[in-house]
């Protein structure tokens, strides 16, 4: 059985440079919103939606608008810096852990993160016909689990 992250660890290595350096690297124009905003996806890592990501940014940045923080994950997600991650008619989610793994999504509407050994996703992949070219491969389970 895979192992879950609850997400809801801080990272304590994430500063201003980092972040924009981060962003640079990744084809980002580092900006105050941005950094803010990319931040928070990191520090507190449990799939926020837009309007969570608003609320937690702007007690930083109070003139920061919820069309701003909208945009700049937009950017992130283009620039594949996080994921957006959709469950049926639920708003969009965020995801920053960018290593392959599956989401499980509690009826309470948490979503964590499900470790994928590399192994399961090459049988996955093997599951496909050899002339299939395979971009992405998502796994979702849904249902209840434990209090963290």
Known sequence: MGSYSPMST???FHNSKAIADILSHNGV?????????????LEKRDHPTADEVFA????KSPSISLATVYNCLDVFVQQKLVKAVNFERAPTQYCANLAQHAHFHDETGRTLDIDMPPQLINELRNLLPSD?????IEVNFHGNAPKS
């Open 132 to 136: 299939f070219d395979v971009k992405h």
């Open 29 to 41: 124009r580092p900006t105050s919103q941005r950094e803010t905003v990319y931040a928070s996806l």
């Open 10 to 12: 801080s990272t304590h």
């Open 56 to 59: 937690r940014v702007r007690e």
